[in-house]
């Protein structure tokens, strides 16, 4: 999985987000995320989690093998 298309699926799944998506390690496995969203809303931390997992459901452990997350409330800008 490449960096484009983890930060599609997860604005995919979560149209309002804004998302920047690194690859950490330069090997195609290892990525950084921060998604920003106004979905995000009034939830904890770890149902902003569940949200992205969610949105990259049956490529956790597959085709991504690692992913730092870092969530947010807001609008992105």
Same mark, same amino acid.
């Given at each position: 999985?490449?960096?484009?298309?983890?930060?599609?699926?997860? &604005? #995919?799944?979560?149209?309002?987000? /804004?998302? #920047?998506?690194?690859?950490? &390690?330069?090997? !195609?496995?290892?990525?950084?995320a921060?998604?920003?969203?106004?979905s995000f809303?009034?939830? /904890? &931390?770890l149902?902003?989690? &569940?949200?992205?997992?969610?949105?990259?459901?049956?490529h956790?452990?597959?085709?991504?093998?690692?992913?730092?997350?870092? =969530?947010r409330? !807001?609008?992105? =800008?």
């Amino acid at each position: 999985m490449d960096a484009a298309m983890l930060e599609a699926l997860i &604005r #995919a799944g979560i149209p309002d987000a /804004s998302v #920047a998506v690194e690859d950490i &390690r330069g090997d !195609g496995a290892h990525y950084a995320a921060t998604v920003i969203s106004p979905s995000f809303e009034g939830k /904890s &931390r770890l149902d902003q989690h &569940r949200m992205v997992f969610k949105a990259l459901e049956g490529h956790v452990g597959e085709t991504l093998h690692a992913l730092q997350l870092t =969530t947010r409330a !807001g609008n992105g =800008t």
